[in-house]
């Protein structure tokens, strides 16, 4: 057991980030519910949760995918196809930003400001870290190039998703529950793309910002490694003079 802690320390030491974050998001919105007697933000809890969702299944399918075990397989792509639609539950809370505008109760706005930054940046991280499992498991079976193509294609459904749940109301555990409904109410937006213009307006401008944000973060990665990969240089060069 700790050899495999050891040997994947920094997902580790991600997950513990991440749960610490999280339990700040609901001090946070329990002060805020005590102190102005409301329940103001207390869905942004679920919202969280929901988000939590997918990175659970991203590290399922990620640990499951490192055993290699072609017996194992058709547990990968169940946990990544349940992975992918859940995934915009992660990024769905930088929406939440909304609710700024209607708040009346007397709590000062800077701390919801706070409060929603800790939310929203909590799901976002959650979402960028489960894309990077997701990412790495089709790069080491399909190559590089379809593992950014995936993280591509991911964003794009992302983008639409976040739009389906936001202000078609519609949410994840629909596809059981209501299915037809939900993909007939798809399909008039798809169908029709003149008149629901703002669907593909707000789909393209979310992915893109999802897609910059995960390429920002791969890329100060790629700094921290090549600055590693210097310092050892130097330190052979050294020891070889």
């Given at each position: 057991m700790y050899q495999k802690l050891t040997a994947h320390k920094n997902l580790f030491s991600i997950f513990l980030l991440l749960v610490a974050a999280s339990l700040v998001c609901v001090l946070l919105t329990a002060v805020?519910?005590?102190?102005?007697?409301?329940?103001?933000?207390?869905?942004?809890?679920?919202?969280?949760?929901?988000?939590?969702?997918?990175?659970?299944?991203?590290?399922?399918?990620?640990?499951?995918?490192?055993?290699?075990?072609?017996i194992l397989?058709?547990?990968?792509?169940?946990?990544?196809?349940?992975?992918?639609?859940?995934?915009p539950n992660a990024p769905y809370i930088l929406t939440d930003f909304q609710h700024l505008s209607r708040v009346t109760d007397g709590i000062p706005v800077w701390y919801d400001v706070i409060l929603l930054i800790w939310f929203a940046w909590t799901g976002l991280l959650l979402g960028v870290v489960s894309l990077y499992m997701m990412q790495e498991i089709v790069t080491r079976s399909m190559g590089k190039t379809a593992g950014w193509l995936f993280v591509i294609l991911v964003s794009g459904l992302?983008?639409?998703?976040?739009?389906?749940?936001?202000?078609?109301?519609?949410?994840?555990?629909?596809?059981?529950?209501?299915?037809?409904?939900?993909?007939?109410?798809?399909?008039?937006?798809?169908?029709?793309?003149?008149?629901?213009?703002?669907?593909?307006?707000?789909?393209?401008?979310?992915?893109?910002?999802?897609?910059?944000?995960?390429?920002?973060?791969?890329?100060?990665?790629?700094?921290k490694a090549e600055r590693q990969k210097q310092q050892v240089a130097v330190t052979h060069q050294t020891k070889t003079v």
């Open positions: 805020r519910m005590e102190r102005s007697d409301t329940a103001r933000y207390a869905h942004m809890r679920w919202n969280l949760m929901l988000a939590w969702i997918p990175f659970l299944f991203a590290a399922l399918a990620y640990a499951l995918a490192n055993a290699r075990r072609r397989y058709p547990l990968v792509l169940a946990s990544a196809g349940t992975w992918l639609l859940f995934f992302t983008g639409f998703g976040v739009y389906v749940g936001r202000f078609m109301r519609w949410n994840s555990w629909d596809i059981w529950h209501q299915p037809l409904p939900l993909l007939q109410d798809i399909w008039n937006q798809l169908r029709h793309p003149l008149a629901n213009k703002d669907t593909f307006v707000f789909t393209i401008i979310f992915s893109l910002l999802l897609l910059f944000i995960y390429l920002a973060m791969m890329l100060l990665g790629n700094l």
